[in-house]
């Protein structure tokens, strides 16, 4: 089972002088894992270099998460190596961006998570063929 999910939401929450131009937040689901990838533009609207931007996750999701990682390129995104600093409090992921973002500036930032054990089942055992009923209760 594969579903990829786009939407645009404004659920990240940033710094006082970082303002958010474009967020989408895409699930990729495969069984009963989730892989919820996050692109944000933002921007630097402040009047000084801004190097940490800060992300929310939703109460729901934070029961189920898993490993986090955080880039400034696409092609980074799940690679741990190379992932930038990241410090949790609660529900705020703080992404370190090592160099600031200039005033005026504008910087793409991708965060990718894992969910696991997200959904609820309505029945405990499933037999082969059987069909099955997911609920998935979530508000954007």
Known sequence: MFFNLIFLVQVVKSSPQLINTDVQRRYQIDGNIITVNVVA????Q??????????RIPRRELEHIGLATASTTKKN???FEESLPIEINNDAYTVNLKKGIAP???VTIYFAYTLGDYFLFLKQKIELNQKMQLQHNKIL
């Open 41 to 44: 533009q933002v921007m630097n």
């Open 46 to 55: 402040g009047n000084e270099q801004a190097s940490k931007y800060t992300f």
């Open 104 to 106: 005026g500036d504008t």
């Open 77 to 79: 995104i799940r690679n």
